[in-house]
């Protein structure tokens, strides 16, 4: 079983920054995707950013240029840098690791939530 664990989500105002963290535990294949999502009410859960083990990243256009996905692999944990924050970013984000082997389950954190004010 793996688990997941966010945090570093809040409240900031409009242009201001944030970090989420998001560290996973437990029985980890090392080959793998870890990303996050967002999802407001009413809408479907999206992809903001992932990256794999390798290091590729890959980001929505709506946060390209404005966040930066990163991981450290001996701590089985990603970040999400989030800078120039907008109130549309305003959601509960999601950390999800998904194993790069056929068979295996994806994983996803219970959330944290974004609030950008304007």
């Known amino acids: 079983q793996v688990q997941l664990v966010e945090s570093g989500g809040g409240l900031v105002q409009a242009g201001g920054s944030l970090r989420l963290s998001c560290a996973a535990s437990?029985?980890?294949?090392?080959?793998?995707?870890m990303g996050w999502y967002r999802q407001v009410p009413g809408k479907q859960r999206e992809l903001v950013a992932h990256?794999?083990?390798?290091?590729?990243?890959n980001y929505a256009d709506s946060v390209k240029g404005r966040f930066t996905i990163s991981r450290d692999n001996a701590k089985n944990t990603v970040y999400l840098q989030m800078n120039s924050l907008k109130p549309d970013d305003t959601a509960v984000y999601y950390c999800?690791?998904?194993?790069?082997?056929?068979?295996?389950?994806?994983?996803w954190g219970r959330g944290t939530q974004v609030t950008v004010s304007s």
């Open positions: 999800n690791l998904h194993p790069s082997l056929p068979g295996l389950r994806d994983y």
């Open positions: 437990g029985r980890i294949f090392s080959i793998n995707v």
């Open positions: 990256i794999t083990s390798s290091g590729r990243t």
